[in-house]
């Protein structure tokens, strides 16, 4: 099967398009975990975060937000220790942060409801044919972030913001000759 051309042969990368990246997610949890994990990824490649998300999964409650906002400098600290984890100050702290605001968030609506509020509840779907087409933000995700920031998150700016939107399919940017496209929408 033809894939986009920037999945490598690494069967955890292979997996991870094929399966999930671009499939609408709407679970709030699910939603938290990517929203964490591309933030992650700043600077980074997104394999390296792939190899370490078992172990994020682990060291913040399977992204459960109430415990991972109850956590105490003294746990993030320990994980700051973790080889497991992307060992960013920032980024692991920020993780209580986002999480302390998922659930101010949550006084108002569900992070999905608020999330897919922004595409109208409707994949965006794109079609590009080149990978070299497809944009790494957009004014949309511009907004986004910029509300996101008031909000009181962190790790959200326009660029993770749409690597993000992808990832959960609130956008479809498979390229149009990617086996998957199809099945994403």
């Given at each position: 099967m033809k894939r986009c051309k920037w999945v490598s042969d690494d069967p955890l990368y292979v997996e991870y398009h094929d399966k999930e990246w671009g499939r609408p997610v709407r679970d709030d949890r699910h939603l938290?975990?990517?929203?964490?994990?591309?933030?992650?990824?700043?600077?980074?490649?997104?394999?390296?975060?792939?190899?370490?998300?078992?172990?994020?999964?682990?060291?913040?409650f399977d992204f459960d937000v109430e415990k991972v906002a109850a956590m105490s400098d003294a746990e993030l600290n320990i994980i700051l220790l973790d080889a497991g984890v992307i060992r960013n100050r920032l980024k692991v702290y920020g993780t209580r942060k986002n999480a302390l605001a998922v659930l101010e968030l949550k006084k108002e609506q569900s992070l999905g409801d608020y999330l897919w509020s922004w595409v109208g509840g409707q994949q965006i779907v794109n079609s590009y044919e080149r990978l070299s087409d497809v944009p790494a933000s957009t004014p949309l995700s511009e907004k986004i972030s910029k509300d996101l920031k008031k909000r009181g998150f962190t790790f959200v700016g326009p660029t993770i913001i749409y690597a993000f939107m992808q990832a959960v399919g609130m956008v479809n940017d498979h390229t149009t000759d990617c086996g998957v496209y199809g099945e994403c929408g």
């Open positions: 938290f975990e990517m929203l964490i994990l591309e933030g992650a990824q700043a600077g980074l490649s997104w394999i390296t975060v792939l190899k370490k998300r078992a172990r994020y999964k682990e060291v913040f």
